[in-house]
């Protein structure tokens, strides 16, 4: 062959070859690695788009007890397994029996995905943790769009479990993509762990993790969850906190029946009217709890975490705005040390009144309230319970109602802590510095995730907790989105972490 018509050849050949690798190189070329991976992510992002509709499509609805919604779910499980095997990962759907509902109906408990890629002993192992089910959701309960038709205005991605946590998922399967279509050697293994309860409590996962805890949990150095959100718009964060909660109810009874007021009032002790007394004694009009001891466990603060308070980028006035309240505090640091560094007592509501509109001349017999205290560190669940029923108590006995009062706390789940200087940490606190060039916001978050707490007791695994979606992403609510920004940079950030020399060390 004429050797000017072979080198012509052999350039078309390699032009072909890039294009159908989908690197053709927009200016400038790439340059290191990192750099290929996320302009492969760039170029295939309507194609991640296109996936995150595929999955959106699907009413993995966990909280609804509908057969169709149990068989969606399973339905979308299934859809996960075969993209993760797709990848070559190898994949268990473990089968989790069924779940017996209080009304004798049975549902088959959607399979937990347990999925692992790569198995090299020189490498750290960073599993993924994270939900398929979603919020229930249907169209014209405020959404404009049908909810399960992911619908782009804008470059926001409009669809359910778009933030909450589909699409977070999706984006830790394109990285790991993103490192195969390039036939890049990935720099750490590999492990996921999908679910499809994670809205109802996570039935029977903490059963599966204690049942594995010598099988697929041991060989892991890292879990990572994305399933919270950023504190702005725009600045990426990182989560190093959230709040435990204990959940009380108060009753006062005298009987169970109603009193007409014409014929009892005035001489037996009202139950609501001790009720609203103990109420009374919990919390002052600025908020501080008033329950004796309760401070004493909560941890001085230290003058690093108030640098980090000073820090974060938080617009008082605009939070104030969009909250549609008047005025919270004079500082952004008072309110971010009143949501995470003190407990607050939130008052729930009261069972037992009449509280219909008009008139009606009664004395309810029994009434119950509930509050509940959101924990920080360091409070500790039975600590909490103990001063609480204990100040009620005496609160009580000092009025010589002859009601009874019993005091229940029905939940109590406890805090979860990571140390910032933590290995995990400063790797994803590089990885967004190189993505996206700016410091994360260091923050809390008073809600609670108990699974991150469950990791660290049963498996005893450092947690970290990466969000990847912007404060005003609507989780659970109508029109929940992830933005396209959020989505595709979220993609590279996981990419980014996995190479990041510290998980290495
Ligand atoms: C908040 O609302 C007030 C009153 O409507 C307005 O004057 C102000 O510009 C708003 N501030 C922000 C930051 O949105
Ligand atoms: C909480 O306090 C109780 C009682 O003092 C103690 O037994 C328990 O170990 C504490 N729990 C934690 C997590 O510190
Ligand atoms: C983190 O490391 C810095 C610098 O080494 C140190 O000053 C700080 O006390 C550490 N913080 C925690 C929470 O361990």
């Known amino acids: 062959m004429d050797p000017k018509l072979r080198r012509m050849a052999a350039c ?44 959106v499509a699907v009413e993995s609805d966990s909280v609804q007890p509908m057969p169709h919604f149990r068989q969606e779910l399973v339905r979308m499980m299934s859809m996960a397994a075969d993209m993760l095997r797709g990848l070559g990962a190898s994949v268990h759907s473990m089968d989790l ?18 999925a692992e890629l790569g198995n090299d002993p020189k490498k750290p192992t960073v599993c993924f943790y994270g939900h398929l089910n979603v919020q229930p959701a249907q169209q014209g309960e405020g959404w404009f769009m049908d909810p399960y038709t992911l619908t782009e205005v804008d470059g926001k991605l409009y669809g359910r479990g ?72 725009t600045k990426p964060a990182l989560i190093y906190g959230t709040g435990g909660n204990c959940y009380f109810m108060v009753e006062v009874k005298c009987r169970d029946r109603d009193f007409h007021s014409g014929t009892f009032g005035g001489i037996l002790n009202e139950p609501v009217a001790d009720l609203v ?17 309760i401070y004493d466990q909560v941890a001085p603060l230290m003058e690093e975490e108030r640098k980090l308070y000073e820090a974060i980028d938080l617009d008082l006035e605009e939070y104030q705005n969009n909250s549609q309240v008047e005025k ?15 407990p607050s007592l939130c008052i729930h509501g009261i069972e037992g009144t009449f509280d219909e509109p008009g008139i009606k001349t009664v004395i309810p017999g029994r009434v119950i309230r509930k509050f509940s205290i959101r924990l920080v560190p ?96 609507g989780e659970h609510s109508q029109n929940e989105k992830i933005n396209r920004w959020n989505y595709i940079e979220g993609s590279k950030l996981l990419v980014a972490f996995f190479e990041m020399a510290e998980l290495h060390s």
């Not at 990192?34 to 170029?43: F, P, Y």
């Not at 209080?102 to 549902?107: F, I, K, M, T």
């Open 97 to 114: 029996g069924s779940q017996q509902l209080p009304d004798g109906q049975s549902l088959p408990i959607p399979p937990v995905i347990l």
């Open 277 to 293: 007394a103990l109420f009374g004694s919990l919390v002052d009009s600025s908020g501080h709890i008033l329950i004796p001891g």
């Open 328 to 342: 919270f505090f004079d500082t952004k640091e008072e309110v971010l040390m009143h949501l995470w560094q003190y």
């Open 378 to 473: 360091h409070m500790n669940v039975s600590v909490v319970e103990n001063q609480v029923k204990q100040h009620l108590a005496d609160v009580f006995s000092k009025r010589n109602s002859a009601n009874r009062m019993t005091i229940s706390m029905i939940l109590g789940s406890q805090l979860w802590t990571a140390n910032i200087n933590d290995t995990q940490y400063v790797a994803a606190g590089r990885a967004i510095r190189r993505v996206f060039g700016i410091e994360p916001d260091m923050i809390r978050d008073g809600s609670t995730i108990p699974i991150a707490k469950i990791f660290q007791d049963i498996i005893q695994k450092s947690v970290l907790m990466l969000p990847l979606g912007a404060v005003d992403e």
């Open 12 to 55: 078309l050949l390699a032009l072909l070859l890039l294009l159908e690798r989908g690197m053709f190189p927009a200016s400038p070329p790439p340059s290191g690695p990192l750099e290929k991976l996320c302009q492969h992510i760039d170029l295939h992002q309507d194609d991640f788009v296109q996936t995150l509709k595929e999955w």
């Open 162 to 233: 778009s933030t909450d946590n589909t699409g977070p998922v999706l984006a830790w399967i394109h990285a790991v993509s993103a490192f195969r279509a390039l036939e890049q050697d990935l720099p750490v293994n590999i492990k996921l762990i999908l679910e499809g309860t994670e809205e109802v409590g996570s039935v029977a996962l903490e059963e599966l993790m204690k049942k594995e805890k010598d099988g697929f949990f041991p060989s892991m150095d890292y879990i990572v969850i994305s399933d919270d959100l950023w504190l702005t718009r």
